[in-house]
């Protein structure tokens, strides 16, 4: 049956189950997602950090951070498993010639090692960091690489909206502020008709791209139809709690990707599209449920990090394990 506005929780999530890929022998190294994080600042180093680390946890390959050259130091020493590479430049730091056209160059010649990037955690308003970024979007969607944006990478779709609009490669992933400011660039009175239809007449204004409407429910829309995730969430609004979500959308998109380029054998009944709502319910309902769980540990002393700690076991709970070629042989 067809992704629809009328299916279930349950006929979602195994639709992503069925995305998801097995882990197999014959997979080398890159295969299960290659993501970066564009993003880290100066004065922010913990939600690049979150983001890359949710999609390490959630089971990519190889995960990437882009960052300021003062913010790299820093994120090192939270994970070596984290590729850190300082090649973003605040205005105020481009020295001994560096360009915004040398800097765009060295981040952009990362694109072909990569399945899905995230923009925007702790990437700041520095106008040469928003400009990089700009030119990183245009070269992505050349190669039609998978994004998502979020945090101030929104902020390009805010005032550069030419920047997205049209393209069905990349989700947005705004919060109620966010969402309304988006809302006013392309002229949506937020006051005005249902609320419940706010999402899908964004997605439209944006030509057709995938926007996650995040709150108490998430509205996931990409104009045509729109899914509501609902799943318990924790009770704690703690800051950085959306980069686990942008993380998680990277590696479901490389896990799309892999499912598209059918590098395992399946029935191949789930088109690009459907995919990518998949992808974006997935990664709200895992979120949701890394809130839930960590909430439920920690309560009101709850911390973005502490979200990390549960990604694993969010995704067995919502979404599970594929069984072992040995384990299916039994």
């Known amino acids: ?3 629809s506005i009328t299916s279930t929780r349950k006929e979602i999530l195994g639709k992503v189950y069925k995305m998801v890929p097995p882990m197999l022998e014959k997979f080398h190294k ?5 993501v970066a994080v564009i993003g880290g600042s100066e004065d922010y180093t913990g939600a690049p950090y979150f983001s890359a680390m949710a999609s390490a946890r959630l089971g990519c390959d190889m995960s990437h951070v882009i960052c300021e050259p003062g913010a790299s130091q820093v994120i090192k020493t939270y994970s070596p498993n984290l590729m850190v590479h300082p090649y973003m430049r605040q205005q105020k730091n481009l020295v001994n010639g560096e360009t915004i056209d040398s800097i765009s160059d060295q981040v952009v010649a990362m694109l ?9 955690p702790g990437l700041g308003r520095d106008p040469a960091m928003q400009e990089t970024c700009a030119r990183v979007i245009e070269e992505a969607k050349k190669k039609k690489i998978s994004f998502v944006l979020d945090a101030d990478g929104l902020f390009l779709a805010q005032t550069r909206p030419e920047l997205v609009k049209g393209y069905k490669e990349c989700i ?3 919060n109620i502020v966010e969402f309304g400011r988006l809302a006013k660039s392309q002229n949506i009175d937020m006051e005005e008709g249902d609320k419940s239809k706010l999402c899908e007449k964004l997605a439209n204004a944006f030509g057709g791209v995938t926007i996650i ?10 104009g045509t139809f729109t899914l509501v995730s609902e799943g318990e969430g924790g ?3 703690s800051g950085g709690q959306g980069d686990t979500l942008t993380g998680s959308l990277a590696t479901l998109l490389a896990y799309r990707q892999a499912y598209l380029e059918k590098i395992w054998d399946h029935e191949g009944d789930m088109g690009s599209e459907e995919l990518l709502a998949l992808c974006a319910y997935g990664g709200s309902a895992i979120t949701r449920e890394c809130s839930r769980l960590a909430f439920k540990d920690k309560g009101r002393s709850l911390q973005a990090a502490d979200l990390t700690e549960h990604v694993h076991r969010a995704f067995l709970d919502i979404i599970g394990e594929k069984p072992t070629e040995e384990e299916s042989k039994l």
């Open 112 to 120: 072909d090692r990569l399945h899905v990037i995230v923009i925007g």
């Open 213 to 222: 409407q995040k709150g108490a429910k998430d509205y996931i829309s990409n």
């Open 172 to 174: 947005l992933t705004p």
């Open 30 to 34: 890159g295969q299960l997602g290659r």
């Open 235 to 237: 009770l704690k609004r």
């Open 1 to 3: 049956m067809a992704l």
